[in-house]
């Protein structure tokens, strides 16, 4: 009787350590917790923090909108200038006046 018992235990154990190498430890997930943690702390920085991905994208938005605006503002002043240039110039062929406005032009978007 007392055998049957015995390998009945020991039976029962084997079962016991077969299903414990299978399964995953209480340390094991503790560990892949902490790293999840220590992961999504650092790409949330990244991301929302101070100099983060969010901060950098409103910056060229309004560095985008800002140099826009410029260059429409030169556009207009340049076709103002050619618009000028066209109706400044006397019979003779003297454009000394379209002269200076170029040179003018040309030195302030240099």
């Known amino acids: 009787m007392e055998s049957k018992d015995k390998r009945k235990i020991l039976k029962r154990q084997m079962k016991i350590s077969k299903i414990r190498e299978k399964g995953i430890t209480l340390v094991a997930l503790v560990v892949t917790v902490i790293l999840l ?46 618009n000028d240039n066209g109706d400044n110039t006397d019979n003779s062929g003297n454009n000394d006046n379209n002269e200076e406005k170029n040179r003018n032009f040309r030195s302030r978007y240099r």
């Open 37 to 82: 943690f220590i992961i999504t702390g650092v790409t949330l920085g990244n991301v929302l923090g101070e100099n983060g991905l969010i901060e950098k994208a409103k910056k060229a938005i309004t560095l985008y909108r800002e140099s826009e605006t410029d260059e429409s503002m030169k556009i207009g002043q340049l076709a103002n200038l050619l």
